[in-house]
């Protein structure tokens, strides 16, 4: 949570970078692990200030892969940093302006099509791109972080399952999940790492734009397309990538896995609709074992 005084400090600083009016809207987000975020206007600027020293070098990371993608011809919007504070205490982007696809808009087919293909060509530039000081995490070290989240929700597993259902769950998860990771391989690209419904912007002329580059890292491909949520536009990114049946199945077991990673974050910002959301998809995609296959992925929350 953020104090008053702490709110009216950021906001003062806030309207004197844009020199902002009156009746212009600042609305404080609290929703950032690592910051306190601002949204001016609808999403016209976005201003984040650091909870802790430690988040400057996360700061730094990420603005180097903002301006890195204002370098590149995606064809996508992104942000655009603007404001940089002394001592990185706060920066700011010109935004995306927009809702997030995730609050539940509705894109007719026509549009889920558009969208997809410009996603599928932002990530064939951005997997061609190379960002210094960019972490790299390998397959070992992806299998590492499911098994650790399995681990950190295993208490709201055992209450929401049988104990058939939570084996099932577990031998998927430590068994079944790195077998066919470690079979399929790795290619590490420079992604985008938590590209989802949650980052993705549906604008007023219903185009998609792409925020949140905190946590670009290289990556096998596949990571990218593991939180589409949408059966077309995933299909159809991949087919504007040029995916090979390789990154489709890869892409497949990983959006298999993913309400089990999205399950901490949930639970660690008292989310109980996003708990809720992600045990429905365990049950359909683990326990019940819907096919995916990166043509007809079923929908996430």
């Known amino acids: 949570m953020v104090t008053a005084v702490q709110r009216q400090q950021d906001e003062s600083i806030i309207r004197r970078a844009l020199v902002l009016d ?7 987000v609290d929703e950032g692990w690592d910051s306190r975020v601002y949204v001016v206007n609808g999403g016209e600027a976005v201003f984040k200030f650091p909870r802790a020293p430690r988040v400057i070098a996360q700061y730094r990371h ?31 982007y010109v935004g995306v302006v927009g809702e997030p696809l995730s609050v539940g808009a509705v894109l007719e087919p026509d549009v889920r099509k558009a969208a997809g293909a410009a996603l599928g060509r932002l990530l064939r530039t951005l997997h061609d791109a190379h960002l210094d000081g960019a972490p790299s995490v390998n397959v070992d070290e992806e299998i590492s972080i499911y ?52 980052n993705l912007i ?9 925020i949140d580059l905190g946590d670009v890292a290289y990556y096998d491909e596949s990571k990218d397309f593991s939180g589409f ?10 087919d504007a990538y040029g995916a090979d049946d390789l990154l489709r199945e890869k892409a497949a077991l990983r959006i298999k896995a993913l309400p089990v990673l999205d399950l901490p974050f949930s639970l660690g910002k008292g989310d109980q609709r996003g708990v809720d959301a992600c045990l429905d998809l365990v049950r359909r995609r683990i326990v019940g074992a819907d096919p995916i296959d990166g043509r007809a992925a079923p929908g996430r929350a």
């Open 22 to 28: 009156e009746h212009s809207r600042i609305a404080y």
């Open 62 to 92: 990420e603005i180097a892969a903002l301006r890195l993608l204002e370098d590149l011809d995606t064809g996508v919007p992104t942000p655009r940093v603007r404001w940089v504070g002394p001592d990185l205490g706060y920066f700011g």
């Open 147 to 198: 098994a650790g989240a399995l681990e950190h929700a295993m208490s709201t597993l055992v209450a929401a399952f049988s104990t058939q259902d939570k084996r099932r769950i577990e031998t998927f998860i430590l068994g079944e999940l790195p077998d066919e990771m470690r079979r399929l391989g790795g290619v590490p690209k420079l992604s985008h790492a938590d590209l989802g419904p949650w």
């Open 202 to 210: 549906v604008g007023p002329d219903r185009s998609i734009g792409v």
């Open 229 to 238: 949520n949408d059966e077309l536009i995933l299909r159809t990114a991949l």
